[in-house]
């Protein structure tokens, strides 16, 4: 007997099925990329992450072979972004949706509000007794990561979930941080948007991400009738697709291109 929502009462099975790798993303399709994890390997800190040096060429070369309907999605803010990839005319959204910006604009649209000062400084007021963690504050989101004090991990998610309840704000919980955002943004109503725009409207949108807080963006490509790709270990999710991590992301980004990994 086959067990799943069409059978509500056979348990979920405890190991995932496993999910095939994806389609290579040609004439049709819209192309949307989260960065820590799927473009670039997972660092130390948020700004020890190492750019392949032919990714942003890559980037902007799939762009072009799509037409324009590519955009990376992440939860970094497009500050962040532009740093690490310099100049590249492709859209982004940063700050888990937060922040939205159409390729070769110049100004980004606010999809949110900052979150307050207050809670801020009470990130950073945890973030000092647990030991000197890093807070990293974005235009509209805020982050204390523990990569560096993996012990501190349920002491950080308490107190992110109190300040959450308290202040009425979202947490996305993804490697190794805790994120406060204020609601009604997330990665998924970003994609959302962007399919909304006459460039990307009618296509088949694929969403590639590593991390939970990717789960949102999943479930919007699924309701457009196309398909998250699970980059990493095997997990429960909402992709449908799955590719190894980050070398193997690039390679599949490189044969849409018809070309050997850059
Ligand atoms: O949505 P993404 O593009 O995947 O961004 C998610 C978060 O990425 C960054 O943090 C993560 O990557 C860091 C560098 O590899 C790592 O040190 C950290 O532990 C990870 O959580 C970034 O700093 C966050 O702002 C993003 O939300």
Redesign the pocket.
């Given at each position: 007997m086959k067990a799943g929502p069409e059978h509500p009462l056979v348990p979920a099975p405890l190991v995932p099925a496993p999910l095939a790798p994806p389609p290579l993303p040609g004439a049709g399709d819209a192309l949307f990329l989260?960065?820590?994890?799927?473009l670039?390997?997972?660092?130390?800190?948020?700004d020890?992450?190492r750019v392949a040096p032919g990714l942003p060429a890559l980037i902007e070369s799939l762009r072009i072979r799509l037409e324009g309907r590519l955009a990376i999605?992440?939860?970094?803010?497009l500050a962040?972004l532009d740093r690490a990839l310099g100049p590249i005319a492709v859209a982004m959204a940063g700050s888990?949706g937060g922040e939205f910006r159409e390729a070769g604009a110049r100004a980004a649209i606010a999809l949110a509000e900052p979150v307050p000062t207050a809670v801020v400084a009470r990130l950073h007021a945890v973030a000092a007794a647990l030991g000197g963690l890093l807070v990293?504050q974005?235009p509209f989101?805020a982050?204390i990561?523990y990569?560096d004090r993996p012990e501190a991990e349920s002491a950080v998610l308490a107190a992110a979930r109190e300040l959450a309840r308290a202040e009425g704000l979202a947490l996305?919980h993804?490697?190794?941080?805790a994120?406060l955002i204020m609601p009604g943004s997330d990665?998924g109503s970003a994609v959302a948007r962007y399919m909304a725009l006459p460039g990307f409207a009618g296509a088949r949108p694929l969403f590639a991400?590593?991390?939970t807080?990717?789960e949102d963006a999943f479930a919007a490509v699924a309701r457009l009738a196309g398909g998250g790709i699970l980059v990493g270990p095997m997990r429960h999710t909402a992709a449908r697709w799955r590719l190894d991590g980050v070398r193997e992301t690039h390679a599949w980004l490189a044969a849409a291109l018809g070309e050997e990994p850059r």
């Open positions: 989260d960065f820590d994890g799927t670039v390997e997972i660092a130390a800190h948020p020890a992450v999605v992440s939860g970094r803010s962040s888990h990293e974005k989101s982050a990561h990569r996305k993804g490697k190794m941080v994120e990665k991400g590593d991390d807080t990717d």
